[in-house]
């Protein structure tokens, strides 16, 4: 009998994950001051309940200035573990495995939920756009606040608040812990010359560049419990230019993503998963199935690292082929998770794998999907 990869568990140090299609961290901007809700339980949950191996809760912010918008989930403060550690009871109940992602938003702060349009939140409207911190005082687009140069005491400052924010998610039950340092939020914007433009030890070469990054992985690490896995996500190329495997020595690019997942292996870094963009406002994307998997491969390759990929996985026999092809070893997806809760079933079913899934609906319902519907009906 053929082994279908997707299906088969996906363990690290203590935690093994049922299979190797995960939910990619998503913002739901539908916290009240950081705190996660009967919304958060029932969304997580509903995904938890159709089989994913993995469900990696929302970026959440180590410092209030720190999340996106003034409804991002937080984990700056004691009195927001308990209500993650519903979310994370609900995802275990489940057979899955709860994942979380830290993060500060950077230059990208104080802004409106995507929803509700595409504008700076103001101070009476509860946002801090004069709080916005940046590696140096260039905003993100015109529209965004203009950020404040962070001071080097600032940087140490804020590898603390990371470490802090594992320690609560070790407390709330979270078993992998993603860093987020993609998308032009805060540790992504100091990787890249072309938004950092500090002339101190965080800014100029690329080993200046990276090292908050590191210092915040190793800071981490250092906390976060040595049986269970860090993930780190970066974005891999930002696009300035266009080719997406094309060289941007003095900006953002593939080669130094390379390099950096090599640093992160050192530091025991145990995955990289890998996104894109997100750090140049207007910059174009190839928006075409399985997009970031070219980057997943590469670094797989070249720092011999587990990677994670994802961006448009919308086809099981898909996220087969790249396992199977050691691509990557891992599989999120996000908005086809939005869209049908049950992907993992679909996915399951168009790789004729019969997996476990809530006994509550399995004894009743053989598949995910119909067929012959005239002649059940
Ligand atoms: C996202 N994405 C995202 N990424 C991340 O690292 N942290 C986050 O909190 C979020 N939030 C978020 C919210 C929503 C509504 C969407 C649609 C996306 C990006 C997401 O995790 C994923 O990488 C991309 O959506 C690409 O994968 P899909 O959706 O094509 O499978």
């Known amino acids: 009998v053929k082994r279908v990869k997707l299906f088969q568990p996906f363990q690290q140090k203590s935690v093994t994950m049922h299979n190797r299609l995960g939910v990619s961290p998503m913002c739901m901007y539908s916290a009240v001051d950081g705190h996660l809700n009967d919304y958060h339980v029932l969304h997580y949950g509903s995904l938890a309940l159709k089989g994913p191996g993995l469900v990696i809760i929302e970026a959440s912010a180590v410092v209030p200035e720190g999340r996106i918008t003034p409804q991002d989930s937080g984990l700056w403060s004691d009195s927001q573990i308990d209500n993650l ?33 595409d504008y700076v939140v103001a101070e009476s409207d509860g946002g801090w756009p004069d709080r916005v911190v940046g590696p140096s005082d260039n905003a993100y687009a015109p529209h965004y606040a203009k950020p404040h140069a962070m001071t080097i005491p600032e940087i140490k400052q804020m590898v603390q608040y990371f470490a802090d924010a594992a320690i609560r ?20 914007s100091f990787f890249s010359g072309n938004s950092n433009k500090r002339t101190d030890e965080y800014g100029g070469c690329f080993e ?13 690490r250092a906390v976060w419990p040595s049986n269970k896995p860090l993930w780190v996500r970066i974005s891999s190329a930002e696009y300035v230019n266009p080719d997406p495997m094309g060289e941007d ?14 640093e992160f292996k050192n530091l025991g870094v145990d995955l990289v998963d890998c996104s894109s963009g997100g750090n140049i406002h207007g910059v174009k994307y190839p928006s075409v199935p399985m997009y970031q998997v070219q980057f997943a491969e ?11 990929a994802v961006g448009l996985i919308v086809e099981g026999t898909d996220a ?18 939005l869209r049908d809760s049950a992907f993992t079933l679909v996915a ?19 598949k995910a999907r119909r067929h012959n519907t005239t002649k059940t009906g």
């Open 298 to 308: 590469a670094i797989k390759r070249k720092a011999e690292i587990q990677t994670a």
């Open 169 to 188: 998610a070790d407390k709330a039950g979270i078993e992998v812990l993603e860093i987020h340092a993609a998308h032009g939020y805060l540790l992504s």
């Open 320 to 337: 087969e082929q790249i396992l199977e092809k050691g691509q990557a070893d891992y599989i999120l997806a996000g908005r086809e998770f």
């Open 85 to 117: 550690k519903r979310v994370v009871d609900v995802i275990k109940s489940q057979g899955s495995t709860p994942g979380l992602q830290i993060a500060h938003s950077g230059r990208k702060a104080s802004t409106s939920p995507p929803f509700l349009g």
């Open 348 to 366: 399951a079913q168009a790789l004729n794998v019969d997996i476990q899934w809530n006994k509550q609906y399995s004894w009743a319902v053989k």
């Open 249 to 262: 020595p003095n900006g953002w690019d593939i080669y130094q993503s390379c390099r950096l997942a090599k």
């Open 208 to 220: 200046n560049r990276i090292r908050f990054g590191l210092e915040v992985v190793q800071a981490v």
